[in-house]
């Protein structure tokens, strides 16, 4: 939590108008403390982005989609189980007719 301190504080004051966090009540401030990263403020934007510095050195950690040569080949690559791309529309050759 103390690494929250700054933004902690500057979302009580923006949503909950709590100017002194330490004039409220422990358990009122957990309770309130608690609904700060669902609202679109300081401690979100933190949360969000040490979510990604960890997913992007979770990413160098691991192997990824490149697999070597001499790597047995059991199920399908990563990335392959799904295809967004649509099929059975129009093409632009039918748009004329």
Do not use: N
């Amino acid at each position: 939590m103390a690494a929250y301190q700054d933004e902690i504080e500057s979302d009580m004051s923006v949503f909950h108008r709590i100017d002194d966090m330490g004039e409220q009540p422990g358990p009122r401030m957990v309770r309130l403390a608690r609904c700060l990263p669902v609202y679109q403020g300081a401690v979100r934007m933190k949360m969000l982005a040490a979510r990604k510095t960890k997913d992007e050195e979770e990413e160098q950690d691991a192997p990824g989609e490149s697999w070597p040569a001499d790597a047995p080949r059991v199920g399908p690559r990563p990335g392959s189980l799904f295809s967004f791309a649509t099929s059975g529309g129009p093409s632009s050759a039918d748009e004329g007719r």
